[in-house]
């Protein structure tokens, strides 16, 4: 089992920025592939926001990209979100996604979501 654990949300002013981490913990050995940051909004549905995959490759939103920015720590097992330029329609939970190894097999997880605010 593999816990994964958010941070860093919180609110912020437009323009400004926020920086989410993801960290993966658990009992066993894993690897993890892919990792993502999706987001919510109240009446909407889940959304991808970005994704790495392990060697590093990134896919971003139309709506973030030149914003937003993914990144991770193999050695840490983390993944970062950096958001810049933040209005108020990037408000959301915003959850952490991870496809994660566990011998022979592969499973997809999710952070407990961490909220964004961005105020007018």
């Known amino acids: 089992q593999v816990t994964l654990v958010e941070s860093g949300g919180g609110l912020v002013q437009a323009g400004g920025s926020l920086r989410l981490s993801c960290a993966a913990s658990?009992?066993?050995?894993?690897?993890?592939?892919?990792l993502g940051w999706y987001r919510q909004a109240p009446g909407k549905q889940r959304e991808e926001v970005a994704s790495?995959?392990?060697?590093?490759?990134?896919n971003y939103a139309d709506f973030v990209k030149g914003r937003f920015t993914i990144a991770r720590d193999n050695a840490k097992n983390t993944v970062y979100l950096q958001m810049n330029s933040l209005n108020p329609e990037d408000t959301a939970v915003y959850y952490c996604h991870a496809t994660i190894v566990i011998g022979s097999r592969i499973d997809h997880y999710w952070g407990q979501g961490t909220q964004v605010t961005v105020s007018s």
């Open positions: 790495i995959s392990r060697s590093g490759t990134t």
């Open positions: 658990g009992r066993s050995s894993f690897s993890i592939n892919g």
